[in-house]
């Protein structure tokens, strides 16, 4: 499979424990885009990244919020100190000039 | 600050049907318009893109229309099937990022 995967699917934690999920984009895409979709919403931007560089980060990626990109590969999102509010579906998608592709997602439950 | 809205927000057709679903956008100024398929509880499929540049694309039994000056698109579904239920999303790349609306969610009835 040559498409966008993310790791874990589905993450249930409890509220003030961290995490963090795993995106490895369709290999020759240079950007890497997070974006967060609550229950009957469309998808908020996250971040993004251009190779390893994070170019933009929405004013929702709060200070609890963080994401790498080394060596411009796959991307981590960590959340720290989690709250019910951050219960959501986390989608990465890459791109190499102009049509995003999505991953499957990761379901996180916060009790 | 750019807000994308779709209406209907749920539409229900009999199998056969032809249907069109509508994407409105405030601010002229993109990049390119995608439409996108999403199953429950899954990720987005890619149906088209359309380009600031371009008027349309086809895709199968799907067409879709951009008209930048007026902030619209729209997404033409032809002989719909009970499989083509989904949710629609339309999203504007603005900056690199895509800026979605809320989505139309289609129930095709056998």
């Known amino acids: 499979d040559t498409g966008v995967s993310q790791d874990p699917r589905h993450k249930i934690t409890k509220r003030g424990q961290n995490v963090t999920f795993r995106c490895d984009p369709i290999?020759?895409?240079?950007?890497l885009y997070w974006y967060r979709q609550t229950l009957g919403q469309g998808p908020e931007f996250l971040t993004y990244f251009q190779n390893e560089a994070q170019l933009e980060k929405s004013r929702l990626l709060s200070d609890r919020f963080s994401a790498e990109r080394p060596k411009g590969s796959f991307s981590t999102l960590e959340i720290q100190r989690t709250e019910q509010g951050d219960s959501a579906m986390y989608l990465c998608a890459s791109s190499s000039q102009n049509e995003q592709f999505f991953g499957p997602g990761t379901r996180l439950t916060v009790l | 600050k750019q807000e994308v809205t779709q209406i209907p927000a749920a539409l229900s057709v009999p199998e056969g049907e032809n249907l069109v679903l509508n994407c409105s956008f405030t601010?002229?100024?993109?990049?390119?318009l995608q439409w996108f398929r999403q199953d429950p509880g899954k990720g987005l499929t890619s149906l088209l893109l359309?380009?600031?540049?371009?008027r349309e694309q086809t895709s199968g039994r799907l067409n879709a229309s951009l008209d930048k000056s007026s902030g619209r698109s729209t997404l033409y579904i032809a002989a719909s099937q009970p499989g083509d239920s989904a949710t629609y999303l339309c999203a504007v790349c603005n900056t690199g990022k895509l800026i979605f609306g809320q989505g139309t969610t289609l129930q095709v009835k056998p």
């Open positions: 601010d002229s100024a993109i990049y390119n």
């Open positions: 359309i380009q600031s540049s371009q």
């Open positions: 290999s020759e895409h240079n950007r």
